[in-house]
């Protein structure tokens, strides 16, 4: 991203209110967590801060083009801060300012055709206060750590319902994924007789499939279209053909399905500084 861009995104970051205090809400429910990856005392590669991902939705009206992308990309910037704001609460800290802005095209979805619901993702960056902005030299402990929530809609047969469900699930993982990071990497500066420094990132390590350069695919962002997560699906119906003996479309099928993910995984990167033990 360049340095004009970057600054355009940051004074629209500050325009939309994301740059003062945003209120999060952490659902309650059943999540697990787990250290995963392998905890080991090296150098991140990512940068100094909180980066997390948020995303958002609107209805395209039949107003003026854009004006729901321009709501979409509001919604997914104070997502991706509540979201940086759970993190930070979980190990301890806080957030300062915005320090970069990364708008990231959503995955493809099941439905290729025009959506009537516009959908954003942005990957926001956030200072840490009191954290180490240039470790240097110094010794650096990195971790991950994961979360899992099971996805409990109130009903399987509604977008909305899965859609719901699908955000308090992403919700509940995104503290529990950030403690299990800080747990894990604790244990990693203990085996290798380090005591923990400043922290110097918290980042999103994102699942197979789910983001590859600027785009990115989050399960709660649907399945068959923005914000859907049901459709209509036709299926052949075959026949063999006497005269062949092969299969043959005789006709297709028309019919309404549901589908999403069983649970929701989040998995966190953190990278302190650290001290001899």
Same mark, same amino acid.
């Not at 609107?58 to 709501?71: D, E, K, L, Q, T």
């Not at 200072?127 to 240039?134: K, Q, R």
């Not at 062949?244 to 028309?254: A, D, E, S």
């Given at each position: 991203? %360049? ?28 999540? =697990? ?20 991902? &948020? ?45 970069? =802005? ?20 942005? %990957? ?49 993982? %995104? ?41 990115? !695919? ?6 068959? &279209? ?17 005269? %062949?003996?092969?299969?043959? =479309? ?13 649970? !929701? ?6 990278? !302190? ?5």
């Amino acid at each position: 991203m %360049t340095r004009s861009s970057g600054q355009k995104l940051l004074a629209a970051a500050a325009t939309l209110g994301v740059l003062g205090g945003i209120g999060y809400t952490v659902a309650s429910g059943p999540a =697990v967590a787990v250290a995963s990856g392998f905890p080991a005392v090296a150098e991140s590669e990512a940068e100094p801060g909180i980066s997390i991902t &948020g995303i958002g939705f609107a209805r395209n009206g039949p107003g003026a083009p854009g004006a729901a992308r321009a709501v979409a990309v509001s919604r997914a910037l104070r997502d991706a801060g509540r979201r940086a704001r759970a993190v930070a609460e979980a190990i301890g800290v806080e957030v300062g300012p915005i320090e970069e =802005v990364e708008l990231r095209e959503p995955g493809q979805f099941a439905d290729h055709r025009p959506s009537a619901i516009a959908a954003a993702v942005a %990957t926001v960056r956030l200072a840490i206060v009191g954290g180490a902005t240039d470790p240097g030299s110094s010794r650096a402990v990195q971790a991950y750590g994961s979360a899992f929530a099971p996805v409990r809609a109130g009903s399987e047969r509604r977008s909305r319902a899965i859609k719901l469900a699908m955000l308090a699930a992403r919700r509940r993982v %995104t503290p529990e994924a950030a403690r299990a990071a800080r747990a894990n990497a604790a244990a990693a500066a203990r085996s290798a007789g380090l005591a923990l420094g400043g922290l110097v990132s918290v980042s999103e390590a994102p699942a197979p499939f789910y983001g590859y350069g600027s785009s990115f !695919y989050d399960p709660a962002l649907g399945q068959v &279209g923005p914000g859907q997560f049901c459709g209509f699906f036709s299926r052949p119906v075959f026949r063999q053909d006497p005269r %062949t003996g092969l299969p043959q =479309v005789v006709r297709r099928v028309r019919s309404r399905r549901c589908a999403h993910e069983a649970t !929701y995984s989040l998995h966190l990167e953190i990278a !302190y500084t650290a001290g001899v033990g």
